[in-house]
């Protein structure tokens, strides 16, 4: 059964109507849905699956004890070895979404590396990812590199400087591209 890892920005609290039809269509659909236990869109999509009566929900945590899981889904428990509580100790449970999923649905703010790591990780795999970008009240789909950097021209010049400091942007963007190639420049 084809499974779909949603995730989103932090800084989201409450989902675009557009993002809740998707939503909606995927519940009708009963595919498998694979969520975060953060605070944000993790938490608002979650409000919205338990609404819904979704039953089809697996929750991912990193360590032992989800921060959140409304619906009382089963939860999948992600070892990481990073020190609790940090950007990489939580990384390890999205990396984990990417690896099961084939598909992402992701809510972006424009300036999330996080998200924009899942979109990455989702890529370096060659699955499609389905982004909303909050700011243009559009989806967008990501199927590859190229997709993938004019997702960024959508990004202001600090948001794409903390995407370098925080998730080395350039370098993941190059990889990828060389994957895809299959040689390095």
Known sequence: MESVFIAGSITIKNLPSLFV?????????????????????????????DDRGATNVTVYCSGKVPRN????WPVKEIYSSAEPGTKAFFTAKDVAMAEIAELGLMLWDAKSTGT????????RRGKKSVVFVN??????????PK??????????????????????????????TEHQTGFSF
Request: a negative charge; hydrophobic letters at 50%.
């Open 21 to 49: 039809e998707k939503l909606d269509s995927l519940i009708a659909a009963n595919l498998a849905v694979v969520v975060g236990d953060a605070n944000g869109v993790d938490k608002a999509v979650q409000e919205i699956l």
């Open 69 to 72: 899981n409304l619906g009382n």
């Open 116 to 123: 924009l790591n899942n979109v990455i990780e989702l890529t």
């Open 135 to 144: 700011k243009m009240d559009a989806f967008t789909i990501i199927r590859g």
């Open 147 to 176: 997709d993938l950097k004019n997702l960024l021209e959508i990004m202001s010049d600090g948001a794409r400087d903390q995407a370098e400091k925080k998730i080395g942007l350039s370098a993941a963007v190059r990889k990828l």
